[in-house]
Structures are given as structure tokens and as C-alpha cells.
């Protein structure tokens, strides 16, 4: 079965750093892209980050372009989001996701991480 396992939360200061990362199982996980969300409490889920297969291609919204990286370790099977400068609108359960597209497309969620970004 598909199983996204994320971990790396917690509670960190502002202008702190965390990484996060989501262990994937149950699926050929190199070929297909991945995705961070993240939701605050009482907010819309919303796409943090985006990352291609290969990891050759990257996507990320305005508000943590240059604080945030992701990437992958296919051998691993395991995506990562590198947070840094992190700012108390940061704070949210950051969930990873995947598409699977084989026969009739459907999206896998993990359980979520809660970060907490607070003085």
C-alpha cells in the first residue's frame, strides 16, 4: 500500500532552520513528481513546493522562494524540504503528497508535521 511518512517537525525560533522529510513506500517512487503542502489551523491547505521525478525541475510559492528548498533522494525514496529564515507565518502541519497517475489518478497524503515557528 502507498504510505508517505513525514517527519523533521517541531518547535524552532524565528529566523531557525528545519528539514523536513517524507519517507515514501508502496510505489515506484522515481517516477513521479512530489509536493510539501502545509495548513494552518483554520486556513486552507495550500502547495508549498513541487518537485519533479527526476528532481531536475522545481516549484515553489512566493512566500518561501529563497528560505525554502526541496529535494529528493530516489535511491532513498525519500523527499526533503531544507526550511530556513523561518517566520512565525511559517507555522503550519506540513504534509507531503503524491499524484499516482497510473490507471485512474489519485492523491496520497502522509499524516503531517507540525511546525511551530515562535519566540
Known amino acids: 500500500q502507498v504510505q508517505l511518512v513525514e517527519s523533521g517537525g517541531g518547535l524552532v525560533q524565528p529566523g531557525g532552520s528545519l528539514r523536513l522529510s517524507c519517507a515514501a513506500s508502496?510505489?515506484?517512487?522515481?517516477?513521479?513528481?512530489m509536493s510539501w503542502y502545509r495548513q494552518g489551523p483554520g486556513k486552507e491547505r495550500e502547495l508549498v513546493a513541487a518537485?519533479?521525478?527526476?528532481?531536475?525541475?522545481?516549484y515553489y510559492v512566493d512566500s518561501v522562494k529563497g528560505r525554502f528548498t526541496i529535494s529528493r533522494d530516489n535511491a532513498k525514496n525519500m523527499m526533503f524540504l531544507q526550511m530556513n529564515s523561518l517566520k512565525p507565518e511559517d507555522t503550519a502541519a506540513y504534509y507531503c503528497?503524491?499524484?499516482?497517475?497510473?490507471?485512474?489518478?489519485?492523491?496520497?497524503w502522509g499524516q503531517g508535521t507540525q511546525v511551530t515557528v515562535s519566540s
Open positions: 518537485i519533479t521525478n527526476s528532481g531536475e525541475s522545481t
Open positions: 508502496g510505489f515506484t517512487f522515481s517516477r513521479y513528481g
Open positions: 503528497k503524491v499524484v499516482l497517475w497510473d490507471s485512474n489518478s489519485r492523491a496520497y
